[in-house]
């Protein structure tokens, strides 16, 4: 039922910043915790962050930790996720994530009910 939409993706050097974005439909965004995972060329879909409902708390996959930071703002509907020091191992499709828990952090694809269509980010050397 809830519709999510990434978006801010792009080609980026090596060491460079890149912000995205995923906005979400409905008037309901405020009541869940929200996720960004990762899915490179032939690789799994992995955890990159996760944010409780109010946004008061946060947590990171550990090669990201440090480098990116995700946020929301609950009046725009929208979650954030600012990658900076990019590396060529970064490299993936992002997809933004609902889960229905508020106060959840999981790191787990099966705790998530909703989906983007992912946005492509691509690191060069």
């Known amino acids: 039922q809830v519709q999510l939409v990434e978006s801010g993706g792009g080609l980026v050097q090596a060491g460079g910043s890149l912000k995205l974005s995923c906005a979400a439909s409905g008037r309901t965004f405020s009541t869940y915790s929200m996720g960004w995972f990762r899915q490179g060329s032939g690789k799994e879909r992995e955890f990159v962050a996760a944010i409780t409902s109010s946004g008061a708390s946060t947590t990171y996959a550990g090669s990201t930790k440090e480098r990116f930071t995700i946020s929301r703002d609950n009046a725009k509907n929208t979650v954030y996720l600012q990658m900076n020091s990019l590396k060529l191992e970064d490299t993936a499709v992002y997809y933004c994530?609902?889960?229905?828990?508020?106060?959840?952090?999981?790191?787990?694809?099966?705790?998530?009910?909703?989906w983007g269509q992912g946005t492509q980010v691509t690191v060069s050397s």
């Open positions: 994530a609902k889960n229905p828990r508020p106060y959840s952090l999981s790191q787990r694809t099966f705790e998530y009910d909703s």
